[in-house]
């Protein structure tokens, strides 16, 4: 069964300084891998998705993250953080097999507070 | 083009009460996904509709959840009777195809058991 762990459900940065949020998955082929953003008050709204093509991939508002398949990985970096990046995070996955309903799996979700 | 959209977006009630949740996916979205956060844990899926069919309610947690769309357009998740365990954030999302795509999120309904 696939499993999506985020580690630190608490993360702390200061304005201007690099973003890391951790994303380890468990599946039996590589899933397509997700990140979504949730801001106070708001609906999930997608970050960026891994889908096979190339592995460093690029979202909205600066943020990226590699897909490593020897790490079982999919980090969320952002080189410089802003104040309106605090929000929870979460990482998802979804079975790309023939049986996939493209239903998620999510992480437990990591809450970003930027400290001016 | 409007999002999903959610109602309401806040509930109060009382044990044994029945709720109705309404969700109005974006439209031509034949792929519509219910989800639930309760207090503490992660986002779960409970249902996944195409169209007007149930293709995978595994994640439904009893059969007091009651998921219904009414051709093929909105849909709702009837609780009944409602208990303070369903207490959570209930989420819809709808996306044009399965796996790879994009699934677009509403806001969420809070649901408030006492």
């Known amino acids: 069964a696939q499993s999506v762990t985020q580690l630190g459900s608490h993360v702390s940065v200061s304005e201007g300084a690099l973003v890391l949020l951790r994303c380890n998955y468990s599946?039996?082929?590589?899933?397509?891998l997700f990140w979504y953003v949730q801001y106070p008050n708001q609906g999930l709204q997608l970050l960026l998705k891994?889908?096979?093509?190339?592995?460093l991939v690029k979202g909205i508002n600066g943020f990226e993250a590699e897909f490593k398949k020897s790490e079982t990985s999919f980090h969320l970096t952002k080189p410089s953080a802003h104040m309106s990046d605090a929000a929870e995070y979460f990482c998802?996955?979804?079975?790309?097999?023939?049986?996939?309903?493209?239903?998620?799996?999510f992480g437990q979700g990591t809450t970003l507070q930027v400290k001016p | 083009e409007a999002g999903v959209t959610q109602f309401p977006s806040h509930s109060v009630i009382e044990k044994g009460q029945t709720v109705t949740l309404r969700c109005d996916p974006i439209?031509?979205?034949?792929?519509l996904y219910w989800y639930r956060r309760v207090m503490g844990k992660e986002i779960k899926f409970l249902l996944h509709f195409v169209k007007e069919s149930k293709q995978d309610e595994s994640g439904m947690p009893n059969n007091r959840f009651l998921a219904e769309r009414t051709g093929g357009t909105y849909s709702t998740l009837k609780v009944q009777p409602a208990e303070l365990e369903d207490s959570g954030v209930y989420f819809c999302a709808s996306s044009q195809e399965r796996g790879r795509a994009e699934a677009f999120f509403g806001q969420g309904t809070r649901l408030t058991v006492v």
């Open positions: 599946s039996s082929v590589p899933p397509y």
């Open positions: 439209s031509g979205h034949d792929n």
């Open positions: 998802a996955v979804s079975d790309r097999g023939s049986s996939n309903t493209g239903k998620l799996i």
């Open positions: 891994y889908t096979s093509a190339a592995t």
